[in-house]
Nanobody, 128 residues
């Protein structure tokens, strides 16, 4: 089993920045992709960004590309999401996810069904 714990959420004004972190523990000896998803009240879960095991491959949703940056530190077993130029539309519960599927670990995907492990989430609220 793998446990994921997010941190770094909070309240920020529009135009501001936040850095989210995801700490992994448990069975993390195998290669895995990490991803961030978000869900706003009354809306479906939405893909944000994903990163391969090596960090060489990343993918972003169109709504955050150019504003958010995903990264990871395998030695520390952490993943990060740097969020800049935040907008009220970014308000949501942000969750990190991990996939140990070999294909996903090398080429990260936006499909949530590819990720078997999920954290509880951290709330991000952007005021206008």
């Amino acid at each position: 089993q793998v446990q994921l714990v997010e941190s770094g959420g909070g309240l920020v004004q529009a135009g501001g920045s936040l850095r989210l972190s995801c700490a992994a523990s448990g069975r993390t000896s195998s290669n895995y992709a990490m991803a961030w998803f978000r869900q706003a009240p009354g809306k479906e879960r939405e893909f944000v960004a994903a990163i391969s095991w090596t960090g060489l491959s990343t993918v972003y949703s169109g709504s955050v590309k150019g504003r958010f940056t995903i990264s990871r530190n395998n030695a520390q077993k952490t993943g990060n999401l740097e969020m800049n130029r935040l907008e009220p539309e970014d308000t949501a519960l942000y969750s990190c996810a991990a996939s140990f599927r070999t294909s996903v670990a090398s080429t990260p995907r936006a499909d949530p069904s590819e990720y078997a492990y999920w954290g509880q989430g951290t709330q991000v609220t952007v005021s206008s």
